[in-house]
Every structure is written in C-alpha cells, then in structure tokens.
C-alpha cells in the first residue's frame, strides 16, 4: 500500500469539486485502492484520488473525492483521509462539502463557512475507542475561529452557518427539512462531520466549507437530482481554486 508524503495541509473535496485537484497540485494522481485502509468511491462526482505536491510553496495532501456512509462503509473508513493526513504530519485540514440550503440568506451557487455541525448520522468515530483520554471530546469549537477569519479574510462575501450531517443516501423530506430548521441548522449534507470529529480527536484544526448547490425540500420547486449538485460543483470550480490558494497561501 502506498503511504503519502509529508505534508502540512490536507483539502478533501466533496461532490463535483474533484476536478479543482488538479489545477492546485498538477501531480500525477494516487488511486484510494493504493492508499491504506481506503477504496475507490461508488459516488458520482467523488474522483478517488490523492494528490501530492506543493500549493502556493506549501506541501499539501488534496483528497479528491470522499467515502461515505450510505456506501456500506464502516466510520473507520470514512474518517481514514483525516487519519493518512495526521499520519503524513498535517496539522491542518481543509474539508469541503456540497450541501442543500437551508437559511435562504445563503445563495444557491454561493460557498459558506461551517460554524458548527448537527452530527446526526446515528454514528461516530469515537465509539468503542479505548483511550479515554479523547473518547469524551470537547466539541465547543470543532471548526477553527482564525481559521474562519483567515477565509472571509479572503473572501469577505463568505457567510457562516450550522452543518447537519446526516447519514444519506436519499435527500432529506420537507418535514425532515423544517425540523432540522427549528433545530438550528443551516445547511444539510451528508458527510464531513465525522471526519471533523475525527480530526479534532487528532488534534488538528479543522476549516469547513460548504457549497450550496441547491435549496432543501420543500424550499425549491426544482426537483433534487444528483447531478445538479455534481454540476454546481464544476461551475464553482474557479472561485474555489482561488479561494483554496489565498487560504494555504496566509496560513
């Protein structure tokens, strides 16, 4: 199997955002079936490579594609890009996601910066962990405040919101939608929050971004397809690719 480099930073792009990989590091790509404890995506939108090399001078890891939940995979497996990243000596980690709106102040096409999470996927990666050092985590701040700054810093039109997280693979009711409303959520996915968990059990410091790619059930009369959130993905290619540059560029 083979093992990443050392790096500082680790991006791991969500749905649709795989082909920004290659414009930030044009290094020839690492399958996940190479990779240790990883396997090729079933998702669409999700490529299923590791990228290695340097972005804007600064050695970095960028997962293109994830695995999921909904796929039969086990958490130790959905978490496992955070753990190779923590292993290759990064201390950072950037994890991007495609999400439905929920806060209809946050545009449709637009990124937003997660402030915090839901994590109701009805699992963990801390269960059954036997230091009970981490196994009772202090959440308060999974995502990192400078962090946060450093990205509006960059891009002062970013506006931050609350990632429910749940486990797929279907797209939530407009009941489902409305509770996870008064529940304070803005923003509903279905990935990154156990790999923030996991990170932050690492030590690492932990930056979210969210591209909305369309609105909840129930908020749009547009039928939700898979497709449309692999096609915003490729359309905020560019913007993201800046974004990214300025974020590992300050840190």
């Avoid at 990935?191 to 932990?206: D, F, N, P």
């Amino acid at each position: 199997m083979t093992s990443p480099p050392q790096a500082r930073v680790a991006i791991v792009l969500g749905s649709g955002l795989s082909e920004v990989a290659r414009t930030l590091v044009p290094a020839e790509p690492i399958p996940y079936s190479s990779l240790e404890g990883m396997a090729a995506p079933t998702a669409g939108g999700h490529e299923g490579a590791l990228y290695t090399g340097k972005l804007e001078g600064v050695p970095t890891l960028i997962f293109a594609g994830r695995l999921h939940l909904y796929e039969g995979h086990e958490v130790t497996r959905v978490v496992q890009p955070v753990r190779l990243a923590h292993e290759a000596g990064c201390d950072t980690i950037i994890l991007t996601n495609a999400s439905g709106g929920i806060d209809p102040s946050l545009p449709v096409g637009g990124f937003a910066l997660i402030s915090d999470h839901l994590n109701l996927t009805g699992t963990n990666p801390l269960l059954g962990h036997a230091d009970t050092g981490t196994r009772f985590l202090d959440l308060t701040e999974v995502y990192d405040a400078e962090l946060r700054a450093l990205a509006r810093a960059a891009d002062p039109t970013l506006k931050e919101g609350v990632y429910a997280g749940l486990i797929g693979p279907v797209y939530e009711t407009p009941a489902e939608i409305r509770m996870l409303r008064a529940m304070g959520a803005d923003l509903v996915g279905m990935s990154t929050v156990l790999e923030a968990i996991e990170a932050r059990r690492l030590g690492m410091r932990v930056l979210g971004l969210s591209l909305v790619t369309n609105a909840a059930a129930g908020l749009s009369s547009t039928k939700l397809e898979h497709e449309e959130v692999s096609a915003a993905g490729r359309a905020a290619a560019g913007r993201l690719e800046g974004l990214l540059r300025k974020l590992v560029a300050d840190l």
